[in-house]
């Protein structure tokens, strides 16, 4: 029972545009979300998080909307570039449990 | 920058063989993870320690597969006998404590072939 999903496997932006990266979840008491990026032969690196008290967080180029009541939270990325190219896989918890659930990815690749 | 060291890199077995993988975990972190990462899925996690402690192990096969963290650093997971279905990325994380906000960091992985 796939608690975390990301329904896109793949996604193609030309350079410069807004890449969006959709994950969304079933479990309620889920309330502390991440999103990780992933090269081949690398394990996956932490990119940013967002508590379910706030409904956006920013870091650059990369910003986490969260919509609770959607159950739904998304990356976007703007502007992409090329070595934005990876997984990116979203990884959901609860605050009061001790492991993350992850979805199954969404390959990225932007188009010089 | 502290990384989550892994090995091997790669690791080529065959079905009924015994295999086994290390992972040290950023210094000072108290949480240590193991994942298994199929082709096509995310990370799920297999087992994970506090210290030397197991904290979670209900999704380890336990007829097949072992973890320890003896001295609550670095840590061994081990397949014995390892089957085809078992060929997949196996990571190994760590986090500074326990918790649903603690950020996991990841290392390299091992990729394991059963032939």
């Known amino acids: 029972d796939q608690q975390v999903k990301q329904n896109s496997p793949s996604l193609s932006v030309q350079e410069g545009r807004i890449s969006i990266l959709n994950c969304d979840y079933t479990?309620?008491?889920?309330?502390?979300f991440l999103w990780y990026k992933k090269y081949p032969a690398e394990g996956p690196t932490f990119l940013i998080s967002i508590s379910s008290i706030k409904d956006k967080n920013e870091d650059g180029r990369f910003t986490v909307f969260l919509n609770k009541s959607a159950k739904h939270l998304s990356l976007h990325i703007v502007p992409s570039q090329p070595g934005d190219s990876a997984v990116y896989f979203c990884?959901?918890?609860?605050?009061?449990?001790?492991?993350?659930?992850f979805g199954t990815g969404t390959s990225l690749t932007v188009i010089p | 920058e502290a990384e989550v060291a892994q090995s091997p890199r790669y690791k080529i077995t065959e079905k009924s063989q015994a295999v086994a993988f290390w992972c040290d975990p950023i210094s000072g972190h108290a949480t240590l993870y193991w994942y298994r990462q199929i082709l096509g899925q995310g990370p799920e996690l297999l087992v994970q320690?506090?210290?030397?402690?197991?904290?979670?192990d209900s999704q380890l096969p336990k007829d097949r597969f072992s973890a320890e963290r003896l001295k609550g650093v670095d840590s061994t997971l081990k397949i014995q006998p390892a089957e085809l279905g078992d060929s997949a990325m196996y990571l190994c994380?760590?986090?500074?404590?326990?918790?649903?906000?603690?950020?996991?960091?990841f290392g390299p992985g091992t990729r394991l072939t059963v032939l």
């Open positions: 320690f506090q210290d030397e402690s197991v904290v979670d």
């Open positions: 990884a959901a918890s609860a605050l009061t449990g001790n492991q993350f659930y």
């Open positions: 479990n309620s008491m889920f309330d502390y």
């Open positions: 994380a760590s986090s500074l404590a326990v918790g649903g906000t603690d950020t996991q960091y």
